[in-house]
């Protein structure tokens, strides 16, 4: 399933890494993601949507199963 999620990530990580950002899977479990945002994204006001709005939307997308993407 790691494997799986990290294959998202590296969907989205492009759009991330052109605004100074970025963000590295910390955990799956029982369909919960947990990630870090690095970078300009740790900081940022919009992390919020951000990582609902794109990151959780493209995992989503990607692997149904997940419930939920969140940051730790």
Known sequence: MKERV?????RIRPALQNDGGDVELVDVNDGIVS???TGACGG???STMTL???IEKVIKEDIP???EVVAV
Do not use: D, S, W
């Not at 990290?6 to 590296?10: D, G, R, V, W």
């Open 44 to 46: 940022c006001p919009m």
């Open 35 to 37: 990630v870090r945002l």
């Open 65 to 67: 199963e997940i419930k």
């Open 6 to 10: 990290e294959a998202a990530l590296n």
């Open 52 to 54: 609902k709005m794109g």
